[in-house]
């Protein structure tokens, strides 16, 4: 995967419930602040703060500075890449498997 | 629900599920069918062999630390005497892989697995689609 982000931290920002809520969240409807997500995930502000700031390392989130404020927009680029991981394996499979029927019933 | 992110296919084959074994667990015959660019790079682990069932394996690109899945291949007996050949493969999240000796030697056993849920390529259509 050409990730910018090591796909690792991507996996692991993604491994998470409530981190694959938040990025829902924030995908869907941001930029969002994580006072705006505390209110409706049922964890603290702290919590949520965490675990933008994995999703951030990932590479899946940004943060702008609003003023006081902290938002938070989505990055699809980490995600394409695990899309684009599953086209891929996909389609060498079909290769690998018709050489595999080829070769069997030689 | 389905809750790993995988990648499965699967073929009929009309030869019996013992033919199919051998292609598949001989290093030399699978190379015959599976090598390619992609695969003719990897480092491959073998984790669990069932002979004319099943055949379970690790592999990654000794470049790539991050890009290693776990590919079961699962031989089924059909009516018809041949042999349906289903695969999955499923990204793991992978420790360092850089292929040191040391590291193949003491490879975990206990992999951190950190699949991907089905949700998240909910996100990602959301996403792409934003």
């Given at each position: 995967m050409a990730a910018a982000e090591p796909a690792d931290a991507v996996f692991a920002a993604l491994a998470d419930a409530t981190r694959r809520s938040i990025l829902q969240a924030v995908s869907e409807r941001g930029p969002l602040t994580a006072t705006t997500l505390a209110a409706e995930l049922p964890i603290s502000r702290q919590a949520v703060a965490k675990h933008l700031a994995l999703l951030r390392e990932a590479g899946l989130v940004h943060a702008d500075r609003a003023g006081r404020e902290t938002r938070f927009t989505a990055e699809p680029e980490p995600l394409r890449d695990v899309a684009a991981w599953a086209t891929a394996t996909g389609q060498r499979w079909d290769d690998r498997l018709e050489r595999l029927r080829r070769l069997a019933q030689r | 629900m389905q809750d790993d992110a995988e990648v499965t296919r699967?073929?009929?084959?009309?030869?019996?599920?013992?033919?199919?074994?051998?292609?598949?667990?001989?290093?030399?015959?699978?190379?015959?069918?599976?090598?390619?660019?992609?695969?003719?790079?990897?480092?491959?682990?073998?984790?669990?062999?069932?002979?004319?069932?099943?055949?379970?394996?690790?592999?990654?690109?000794?470049?790539?630390?991050?890009?290693?899945?776990?590919?079961?291949?699962?031989?089924?007996?059909?009516?018809?005497?041949?042999?349906?050949?289903?695969?999955?493969?499923?990204?793991?999240?992978?420790?360092?892989?850089?292929?040191?000796?040391?590291?193949?030697?003491?490879?975990?056993?206990?992999?951190?697995?950190?699949?991907?849920?089905?949700?998240?390529?909910?996100v990602a259509a959301g996403v792409l689609v934003a």
């Open positions: - | 699967s073929v009929d084959v009309e030869v019996g599920a013992d033919r199919v074994w051998e292609l598949l667990a001989d290093p030399e015959l699978r190379g015959a069918w599976l090598d390619d660019d992609d695969a003719a790079d990897r480092e491959l682990r073998i984790d669990e062999a069932r002979p004319g069932e099943s055949l379970t394996w690790t592999w990654w690109r000794p470049d790539d630390e991050a890009g290693a899945s776990q590919v079961a291949v699962v031989l089924t007996e059909l009516d018809s005497g041949g042999t349906r050949v289903a695969v999955t493969e499923r990204l793991v999240a992978a420790p360092r892989l850089h292929a040191s000796a040391s590291a193949r030697v003491g490879f975990p056993t206990v992999w951190d697995r950190r699949l991907l849920g089905l949700e998240l390529l909910l």
